[in-house]
T-cell receptor, first 116, second 114 residues
Framework: DTGVSQDPRHKITKRGQNVTFRCDPI?????LYWYRQTLGQGPEFLTY????????KSRLLSDRFSAERPKGSFSTLEIQRTEQGDSAMYLC??????????????FGPGTRLTVL | AQTVTQSQPEMSVQEAETVTLSCTYD???????LFWYKQPPSRQMILVIR??????QNATENRFSVNFQKAAKSFSLKISDSQLGDTAMYFC???????????FGPGTSLSVIP
């Protein structure tokens, strides 16, 4: 297994367009997290899944954002009607939760979104 | 609410020297986890070291060690024998339970100077 992968690595779009990002976690990991990181800042939590269930969403996740993990494997993050303020690095992380213990989160390389 | 503060936006250290990065946090939880993550330029975030709040002994991983002061809510990272590959952003982070999201600080940019 090569770790968490994200696609695309870079996305440039015009304001108002929709974009979708994909995250493939480490295969046996049941938890998947999305974070957003703006330049010079630490990652901010957006949402996370346990298998296919979305368990928590941050207030940062406006109605224009939606995330899915349909089969408990890969996940997608869609942003509708993008705004310039959505420009950021979107990070995905996965972890294995066993017997109530959540182990280390492994991060992907991120998708850098630029909204013109 | 959980918060993590890193008061040193940038630091530099000579190769082979020792440097300490500071972190303070706030949480109302009694049991939680603290982390230091490293993010090299244009590369993925990786976990450097982890500390469980119920453990009094400070965590150590090779050249990396922490000074965990629970009462003061302080969690500093010491890097010994600094190497050029240690150049990166370092994020202090908090996870309030074993099954929660991670709250990150704003980061400290560390440059190791040859």
């Amino acid at each position: 297994d090569t770790g968490v992968s994200q696609d695309p690595r870079h996305k440039i779009t015009k304001r108002g367009q929709n974009v979708t990002f994909r995250c493939d976690p480490i295969s046996e990991h049941n938890r998947l997290y999305w974070y957003r990181q703006t330049l010079g800042q630490g990652p901010e939590f957006l949402t996370y899944f346990q298998n296919e269930a979305q368990l928590e969403k941050s207030r940062l996740l406006s109605d224009r954002f939606s995330a899915e993990r349909p089969k408990g494997s890969f996940s997608t993050l869609e942003i509708q009607r993008t705004e310039q303020g959505d420009s950021a690095m979107y990070l995905c992380a996965s972890s294995l939760m066993v017997s109530g213990v959540n182990n280390e989160q492994f991060f992907g390389p991120g998708t850098r979104l630029t909204v013109l | 609410a959980q918060t993590v503060t890193q008061s040193q936006p940038e630091m530099s250290v000579q190769e082979a020297e020792t440097v300490t990065l500071s972190c303070t946090y706030d949480t109302s939880e009694n049991n939680y986890y603290l982390f230091w993550y490293k993010q090299p330029p244009s590369r993925q975030m990786i976990l450097v070291i982890r500390q469980e709040a119920y453990k009094q002994q400070n965590a150590t991983e090779n050249r990396f060690s922490v000074n965990f002061q629970k009462a003061a809510k302080s969690f500093s990272l010491k890097i010994s024998d600094s190497q050029l590959g240690d150049t990166a952003m370092y994020f202090c982070a908090l996870m309030k339970t074993s099954y929660d999201k991670v709250i990150f600080g704003p980061g400290t940019s560390l440059s190791v100077i040859p």
